[in-house]
């Protein structure tokens, strides 16, 4: 506790509420009006850039959430997209034409408007410029945009698509395609333009929230004195004068840091740290006050491989190291109990039910048996060394590394134990964390061959996630490319299914033919491994915060790391009140 009550006293020292040299930028701000929050990252690697569509650039350390809005919110506790920016959206033509209202009123924190133009710049400048974050998306996809008057945008289509809106206006899951504001990026090279420069207001938002700094350990964010959305009565103006995204690094600091109420919100916990925390501290809470205490987030934990890379490029390989893993033994350990196995790499939302209870049968083969594994390595041209290790015809063993994303709490717990189940099936495997810029930029290219990640894609119908292994989502060894989890798979059985799935809304009986044509395919090959689902502890304190999304109070999943963060900065409130 000593050491984290140090580090506060220069952190706060830093913000401005004592009288150094680095305090005199910004104003200082009682505690009881700042909200705090964990940057999950643990460090901002580049402060200066906050471009929202290089490839790889996860701005979750509060520009998402701060300055950015986004047109619709996916709500997954009442399963509906809900409007914001936008007042409404409609398809028309079969799923070919999508339509937006926007919001009367709204406006850039500058004071320009925010208008159909922008949005139609954003897009058009994407299909300009491929390589950047959801480029490849809007080509695929948007055959031409228009805007009939300064609130309707008109998006024609190449192909139907009925889940547009969801996936890419919505925040289905964890991000979204942010809109620029025409009048400052319309005379850029938005491939090079790092969108930073405090004294001119960027990033520019039509959040309630500017930039006032921003460094590898806190990015700080002060309330602006005009809203859109509280200048038109939609909403009020939010609680905490300013907003603060700290860098903490590990479970046993931001659990001190939480007893010592010096964070508000803090990344993923394990049981038994939460429960000491709560004891010691009974102003933190979880999404529940009882077992299982996190919520089910939306991203089941897989292993991934790079299906192009050796020896993964060899699906009895791949099948072996699926029997070799024990995930009840993951559970205990990584999650201590919280969560159960996962054979498919759906999240069990009720919506996607349906899919795995009629194709039960099909998901067996992944339920793991270790006695299976000699027969699949043999089969694909391997036979056991000296040391008991997997090796081809030359004696070398098959030796491997998987990574993961440091600040991924249960990743990291997850990941000594495989390593340690695979050692005793035969694989020479190590496990070593990357920092994030790192651990992206790997998996991007390739470099990464197994890795550890979350499945982030359905919500409503099993598309989005299959989807994620479309091989258009990938790229040739050492390019970067386009999906967040590329796994190289290419199957045209596969592509083709996900190609039908795409097109139809999940009530059409050919979409349920396709994805149980998907899973097969998927079932046989193993792109990547289904481990466990994912309940993520992750506590709020209500010293000087009131109103967090609760399973009890549930307007908002409780992911403050999400761009629907920004949504929980909104409606907390001061404790007294």
């Known amino acids: ?55 790889g650039q996860y701005l979750e350390w509060g520009m998402w959430q701060a300055t950015q809005e986004s047109l619709f919110y996916f709500n997954l506790e009442t399963g509906k997209l809900e409007p914001w920016l ?21 406006k850039w924190s500058d004071g320009v408007a925010f208008t159909a133009e922008d949005i139609v710049f954003t897009i058009e400048m994407l299909k300009q410029n491929l390589g950047l974050r959801y480029s490849s998306d ?63 207001g960027l990033p520019l938002g039509t959040g309630s929230y500017r930039l006032v700094r921003s460094t590898e350990t806190e990015t700080i964010f002060d309330r602006l004195d005009h809203w859109w959305a509280a200048d038109t009565g939609l909403h009020a103006m939010p609680a905490p004068t300013r907003v603060i995204w700290l860098g903490v690094g590990t479970e046993d600091t931001r659990a001190a840091m939480g007893v010592n109420n010096q964070l508000d919100a803090m990344w993923v916990m394990g049981r038994s740290t939460f429960e000491i925390a709560r004891h010691k501290n009974l102003s ?124 991924e709490t249960d990743l990291l717990k997850m990941g000594p134990v495989m390593v340690a189940q695979l050692r005793a099936a035969g694989f020479d495997a190590s496990f070593h964390p990357s920092e994030t810029a790192i651990y992206f930029t790997d998996v991007s290219n390739g470099n990464s061959a197994i890795y550890l990640a979350g499945t982030c894609g359905s919500v409503q119908d099993p598309y989005a996630s299959f989807a994620l292994f479309h091989s258009r989502e990938s790229a040739p060894t050492g390019q970067r490319s386009p999906g967040v989890t590329p796994t190289r798979f290419a199957n045209p059985d596969f592509d083709a299914a996900v190609d039908t799935m795409a097109k139809l809304p999940a009530t059409d009986p050919a979409f349920a033919l396709a994805a149980d044509t998907a899973l097969r395919v998927f079932t046989q090959e193993l792109p990547a491994i289904p481990l466990v689902q994912a309940r993520l502890l992750t506590p709020f304190n209500t010293k000087y915060w009131s109103n967090w999304p609760t399973a009890e109070n549930n307007y908002i999943q409780p992911g403050h790391w999400w761009v629907t963060g920004g949504q929980l900065l909104i409606n907390v409130k001061p404790a007294n009140r």
């Open 86 to 106: 936008a007042e409404s959206g409609e398809y028309s033509d079969g799923a070919k034409t999508v339509t937006i209202q926007l919001r009367n009123g709204v």
């Open 284 to 407: 933190i809470i979880g999404w529940t006050n009882s077992l299982p205490y996190g919520y089910l987030d939306p991203c089941p934990r897989d292993l991934f491989f790079n299906t192009a890379a050796p020896p993964f490029d060899k699906t009895a390989v791949r099948l072996a190291i699926n029997d070799a893993i024990n995930r009840e033994q993951l559970v205990t350990v990584a999650f201590e109990g919280m969560s159960e196995p996962s054979y498919s790499v759906f999240p069990t939302y009720g919506a996607l039910k349906e899919l795995l209870d009629r194709n039960a049968e099909v998901l067996k083969p992944i339920h793991s048996d270790p006695s299976k594994v000699p027969a699949l390595m043999q089969a694909a041209g391997y036979k056991k060394n000296g040391d008991g290790l997997w090796a081809s015809a030359n004696g070398k063993p098959i030796s491997f590394t998987i990574t993961t994303r440091s600040g």
């Open 138 to 200: 809007m080509d695929v996809w948007v055959d031409s945009v228009s805007a009939p008057n300064p609130r309707r945008v008109v998006i024609r289509l190449k192909k139907p698509n009925p889940r547009f809106l969801l996936t890419y206006f919505g925040v289905p899951i964890w991000h979204s395609l942010l809109i620029a504001p025409k009048h400052i990026w319309q005379n850029v090279d938005p491939k090079t333009f790092t969108n930073f420069d405090l004294a001119r």
């Open 1 to 55: 506790m000593r050491a984290a009550a140090v580090r506060f006293a220069v952190f706060v020292c830093a913000l401005g509420v004592a009288g150094s040299a680095a305090a005199q930028s910004i104003k200082s701000v009682p505690r009881e009006q700042t909200l705090i929050l964990e940057n999950i990252d643990g460090r901002v690697p580049v402060p200066g850039n906050m471009n929202p569509y290089v490839a």
